[in-house]
């Protein structure tokens, strides 16, 4: 059991001492998944729900050891229950770009915190399938948003697991759906801080990894 004790140790120590902070002028490839989800109920009869699916990945570029910029590419998927018998819900998928910048601040040998803040457009459909029944509309979005909870996990010189959660975010973004030639479009600042809760899914937690070359 002691040499178990040291061999761990031993390994540690070695990540711990692979791992270097992220340097000027390197490449790096970010990945992340992300998923939310909320339930409650309608008269104590219904329970209804909303999901939020969201995938994404960028190549960033180090300007500096602390600050990087990058352009990525993604996809999100929405969907809120309107109705538990007969199943139905409002949906919007949509596609996007971005422009961002992370900046890194080392917190010891293994975590880092990276705030990010991005720039991005997107365009996509929704569909409601509750009232009116059935209308599918055109959907495009332009928004900057300021992400401070972003924290990575240095496994070693090369490779970083990321964490995040929407906790508190906070921006701009102007929304379009246009129905019918019909155009309703949607300008606002947004301020998100919310709370703890049991139900990880509200938490809004994203996870991905970072591939430094």
């Known amino acids: 059991m002691k040499k178990l004790k040291v061999l761990f140790v031993a390994a540690l120590a070695m990540v711990s001492v692979s ?50 910029v990058g352009l990525g590419l993604g996809y999100e998927m929405t969907s809120a229950d309107k109705s538990a018998t007969p199943k139905l819900a409002d949906k919007t998928n949509m596609f996007n770009i971005q422009v961002q910048g992370n900046y890194f601040m080392r917190l010891n040998n293994l975590f880092t915190w990276t705030p ?18 059935n209308v599918e509309g055109d959907l495009s979005k332009m ?34 759906e246009t129905i019918n030639n019909v155009d309703d479009i949607d300008n606002h600042l947004s301020f998100k801080c919310g709370s703890l809760s049991s139900n990880l899914g509200n938490l809004g937690l994203r996870l991905g990894f970072r591939y430094f070359f």
């Not at 990010?116 to 029944?133: D, K, L, M, Q």
């Not at 906790?167 to 102007?174: I, K, R, V, Y």
Request: proline share 2%; hydrophobic share 40%.
């Open 19 to 68: 791992v270097s902070a992220q340097q000027k002028g390197q490449i790096w490839l970010d990945g992340g998944i992300g998923f939310s989800s909320f339930s409650g109920e309608q008269g104590n009869i219904d329970k209804l729900g909303n999901s939020d699916f969201n995938i994404n990945v960028s190549g960033n570029y180090m300007l500096t050891d602390k600050w990087s």
């Open 116 to 133: 990010r803040a991005y720039f991005g457009i997107g365009f996509g459909s929704s569909t409601y399938e509750a009232v009116p029944a």
């Open 143 to 176: 928004q900057f948003m300021i992400e401070p909870l972003n924290f990575q996990a240095n496994f070693n010189n090369h490779l970083a697991f990321t964490f995040a959660c929407d906790l508190a975010t906070f921006g701009w973004s102007t929304n379009k």
